[in-house]
């Protein structure tokens, strides 16, 4: 089954289409991705940069001078924010109550005083945001004393960068700047978490973006591809709807340029096999003519020899003889009727509506006579059902189902011929009381010159091999089946629905 499946899957051409378009599909989505994420992510981070930028000169301006030209930081009033200008009444805070108010130089805050209201820019938040105001030498003025500065050299007074600070990485920007005389460096950092987040957030719509963009496309493609298809699909009906015995060649008009050497060879091949048929049921129907001929005359010559002839002996040689050429005469009448029955013999114009009930009147009047010989008991159950078909092949189907049963039913026996409708499809019935046929042997009966076990040497085996070809034209099935009282077997052709 999954042989099948593959099998399927590889001479499937939307299925191809559809795989050489979306791998390059999907290489451009990541491609796009990328690209977008370069497009959009580069921006965002230099309006972060940007904000930090504007906090470290806003704590840059409350850097003070003091008159005796020290340096110390003013802490703004309560509820200003770092972007706020410094309020009116500076206040000078050491952090560390052992260092003298007179040492100005050494004065800092510390990283958890808060009173230093942006020291935690992000309250309640995960990103943390810390500075330092520092002097060139390293000289820590206020915050927190480890935080590094921004490497790399200054653009504008200001220099970024990444720096690892307690285990956490941080965005850092350093400004350096001029405080009176002395030179001051003001470096603020962030954690990176908010950053981080607005990423993601960009990545995953910029992602669903292009995601729904592909499925668009693959859309777009699929509909495509199902129209460009359309012509095949409808050669594809053509062919499935064709009659098993059409060979004839397929219309080249509506196929595109593509399948057209496809088609064409195709064409080449059945009119290779219609020939080919049509020659061996040609030399099948020459050679049985040719059979007949002889034979009837030589049968004929065996009924004058055998009347000329008064030996007891010869009178029984001359009777084997001629039941040899019965037999030979009936192979030969069947062997013509096989090679009538293929498929390819018959056009759709010769299939017709027939009334199997009337059909079967016809055969059982004709077959009645040989059943009376062989004192058996000959009916017919049937009920009014039309099928489309060839009558003569019918007709011939029927005399070959009847022969069976009668060679086979003993005498004192029945047969019974029965037509309806079983399910929605009409069906042909014949049963008869005689030994029956092994389950075993039930598919090689089906086969050309086989004989069942207890056959009566009369037979030529090619009786239920006609019944097969011809149910096969026919779109029939044909079943061998048990008889629905004691011994016997039951032939059955079940007719497609009509419905």
Known sequence: MSTRANLHRALSVRGRLLGYLLLPLVLLLVISIWADHRTYVTPMYEAFDRALSRAAIAIAAHVQQAPDGQLYVERPESGLSPMQPPGPRPVRQP??????????????FDLEDRAVPWMHLYPGGRDNFLFRVSLPDGQTLAGDEGLPAAAGTPVDNMAYSDALYKHVTLRVASYHTTVGDTPVVVTVGETVHRRDVVVRRLDTVIGLSDGIQLLLVLGVCLFGITVALRPIHRLRDQIMRRQPQSLQPLPLEPVPSEVRPLVESLNTLLVTVRDSTLAQQHFLTNAAHQLRTPLTGLKAQLEVLASETQDKTQHERINRLQGSVDRLAHTANQLLALARAEPSAHSPGDFVAIQLDVLIGAVVGAMLDRALAHDIDLGAECKPVQVHG????????????????????????????????????????????????????????????????GSDGQSSGLGLAIVEEIARSHRAGFDILDAHEGSGARMRITFPSRA
Do not use: K, Q
């Not at 109550?97 to 800092?108: F, N, T």
């Not at 079983?422 to 010159?449: K, M, Q, T």
């Open 95 to 108: 952090a560390d109550p052992g260092i003298a108010p007179h040492h100005p130089s050494s004065m800092r």
């Open 390 to 453: 060839v009558y003569w092949l019918l007709h011939e189907l029927l005399i070959n189902l009847l022969d069976n049963a009668i060679r086979h039913t003993p005498d004192g026996g029945n047969i019974t011929v029965r037509c309806g409708v079983n399910s929605g499809s009409p069906y042909l019935e014949v049963e008869d009381s005689g030994p029956g046929i092994p389950h075993a042997e039930r598919e090689r009966v089906r086969e050309r010159f086989y004989r069942a076990a």
